[in-house]
């Protein structure tokens, strides 16, 4: 389990059709961390009360990293690091 903090910044729901052909939602929120420029979409819940676009958030998140090949979902390396201090600090 990890620890997500950062500010909200987009809240979809996403349309899919499911392998069945039927139709499913999900929600993902985008998540902008601490230190960083780039959102990252997290899955979560529909009926989740996380916060408003705008509001610093603190999630606990599971981490499941994989792509799509070829119409097949394949296993994917995830690099965590701490990053080194700037300036000497």
Known sequence: MFILKGTIKDD??????????????????????????????????????????GEKAELKVEIFPFYFAEGKRRRAYLSIYIPKPENGK
């Open 12 to 53: 979809k729901i996403e349309k899919f059709t499911r392998k069945d052909g039927t139709p499913g939602e999900k929600r993902l929120l985008y998540m902008e961390p601490e230190g960083s420029i780039y959102p990252v979409p997290v899955d979560v819940p529909q009926d989740a009360k996380l916060g408003k676009i």
